[in-house]
């Protein structure tokens, strides 16, 4: 009798022990990111919380504020779209804008179209900061991400060009007969068995965009493409610089109205700072910074909110979009900077009529997705190679959509230069985007003085780009580094909502539409929760590439919100 009692004495104590050591572990990891789970939506699984209600508040997901200012652009998409419904859309792509699979669909188009790309994040950290706040600070991936299903085979399309009278389509050696080709393996971008599945994963919110049309159109396109193109630019900070929460917005509206190319790309990595993915602007030359968040930059930046100079007499840069060919450049830079000609694909067109001062077209013999671009500065009138970004264009019709972000950006350096916003309307945006505030949150916070630095920017967006609709974006909570006790913690950034406040303030008293992401987000809050969901940076400033592709998705669900809203209201119209 007396073992038995020994013996469960002895297994308690055991239990008791084990269960200390479990409570133990959990204490010590309270504080880490709980890294969740694949789902059935495989690699982001995140978008279904905008659903269940659990990260994003579904109910302030929209555009507020004098909604109806985006007419103009809503009436532009709904031609490009009802075109695009008719005639079809370009490219290979077996699944939508580039979005999360499910696991059973990766592996039935890893068996159907090979291997699916994958791309490793290894952005640079940025040097130097003005605040804390400014830098994306990511860490290397150790596991390659499917970031987007690539086109396998990638060619250049020629679909949407209509032919000419000699057969041709004005894109060189394209052929009629290749636009028929292209034209009839519309049908072919998805495997018979994989369309059950994609009307089944489809959901009213439109996570996923209806099928392309079974049958391929039996005509050639009516018109010249180039007659519609919808021009959209979003201006933020370190958020959008990034990449994915604009490359997330981006790949769903050239999805739904059509890919018009690659649009503004900004020349990062010669600035020596991080890059978003899909796209590389390299040289051999040395080459010198400037930034819009210096409060004396080494040259003017432009349209970027950022230049690049060299002091080389001849010089290259190679500009490359691997699998996504383009047609067109257009190189913003200073007045006196000398002309840059594409080697080896110059076409015979020497200056376009569109060319401006500072603005500058090099249209290409033939499509490329890698174009090498070589200037001489011996000129004695065109010797200051000084450049800001350039822009690609594929020929098409739809939807560019151009992201300017400088890390540590803020309403008082677009303030103080006006340039940028002048030389970006060269673009002739039908949108602007501004997305600021986060880094106005931290140091002295004065709320009459950001109001007075925003108003500002949206005076000069109506002086220089009187066409373009605007629309102000509110940052999410976030929070700042503090010294308590001898020690450095981290603390909620009380400014933060006070920032949005005066956005959405100022958004009311100039009659602007606003997205309040604050709101959207989950309000107050809202970091913490998503930082244990492994979405956020541990710095609780930054999410991650995941957060920021489901805050790409949130931005995009809710521009399409407002836009059915007005589809609702013109169907309505005695016609």
């Not at 995941?546 to 399409?560: D, F, N």
Request: with cysteine; hydrophobic share 35%; charged share 25%.
């Amino acid at each position: 009798m007396i073992e038995k009692l020994c013996h469960s004495l002895f297994w308690l104590f055991a239990l008791l022990l084990v269960y200390l050591a479990v409570r133990v572990s959990a204490h010590n990891r309270e504080g880490e990111p709980v890294v969740p789970e694949r789902d059935s939506l495989g690699f982001i699984p995140y978008f279904g919380a905008m659903e269940g209600g659990e990260l994003v508040d579904t109910a302030a997901n929209r555009l507020g504020g004098e909604v109806e200012t985006l007419s103009a652009l809503f009436d532009r998409l709904y031609t490009l779209e009802t075109w695009y419904d008719r005639w079809g859309r370009s490219g290979r792509e077996p699944f939508p804008g580039g979005e999360p699979l499910p696991d059973s669909l990766w592996r039935g188009l890893s068996e159907e179209f090979g291997d699916v790309a994958s791309e490793a994040e290894n952005p640079s950290e940025e040097d130097t900061r003005e605040n804390p706040s400014a830098a994306i600070q990511e860490d290397t991936l150790s596991n390659a991400v499917k970031s987007e299903v690539l086109h396998p085979e990638a060619e250049p399309s020629a679909g949407l060009l209509p032919p000419k009278e000699n057969g041709t389509t004005g894109q060189g050696s394209v052929t009629k007969d290749a636009v028929t080709v292209d034209t009839a393996r519309k049908t072919e971008n998805a495997p018979d068995r994989l369309l059950p599945l994609l009307s089944e994963t489809k959901s009213e919110s439109g996570i996923y965009p209806r099928p392309r049309p079974m049958e391929p159109p039996a005509e050639n396109y009516p018109f010249d493409p180039l007659r519609e193109v919808v021009n959209i630019l979003q201006l933020g900070d370190s958020h959008v610089q990034g990449g994915f929460y604009p490359n997330q917005v981006r790949v769903r509206l050239q999805y739904r109205f059509g890919n018009a190319g690659r649009g503004l790309l900004t020349p990062y990595r010669l600035m020596r700072t991080n890059q978003p993915q899909g796209y590389e602007i390299s040289s051999l030359n040395e080459w010198e910074r400037s930034r819009c968040t210096e409060l004396h930059p080494l040259q003017e930046v432009g349209a970027t909110g950022a230049a690049i100079s060299t002091g080389d007499p001849t010089f290259e840069l190679v500009i490359a979009t691997p699998g996504d060919p383009f047609q067109r450049i257009t190189a913003f830079h200073h007045r006196q900077a000398p002309l840059l000609w594409a080697v080896d694909n110059a076409c015979e067109i020497g200056c376009p009529w569109e060319d401006t001062p500072t603005m500058t077209r090099i249209p290409l013999r033939d499509p490329a997705d890698r174009v090498v671009l070589r200037g001489d500065t011996r000129d004695s009138l065109y010797n200051v190679p000084v450049f800001h970004g350039f822009m690609l264009e594929n020929g098409h019709s739809g939807l560019l959509y151009h992201s300017v972000g400088i890390n540590g950006n803020t309403f008082a350096a677009l303030a103080r230069q006006p340039q940028i916003i002048r030389e970006a309307a060269q673009l002739m945006p039908d949108l602007i985007i501004i997305s600021l505030g986060t880094n106005d949150s931290y140091g002295r916070f004065e709320a009459d003085q950001i109001a007075d630095r925003l108003s500002r920017v949206i005076e000069t967006c109506r002086q220089y780009a009187p066409q373009s609709a605007l629309l102000l974006t509110t940052p999410m909570e976030c929070y700042s580094r503090v010294r308590s006790r001898g020690r450095i913690v981290r603390r909620l950034n009380p400014n933060a909502v006070r920032v949005r406040n005066v956005i959405l303030e100022v958004a009311r008293r100039e009659s602007l539409p606003y997205w309040d992401f604050y709101a959207a987000a989950g309000g107050e809050g809202a970091m913490e929760r998503w930082y244990k969901r492994g979405i956020a940076r541990a710095d609780r400033v930054h999410l991650t590439p995941e957060g920021y592709r489901l805050q790409g998705e949130m931005l995009y669900q809710a521009l399409i919100q407002a836009y059915e809203s007005y589809k609702r209201g013109r169907n309505m119209l005695p016609r």
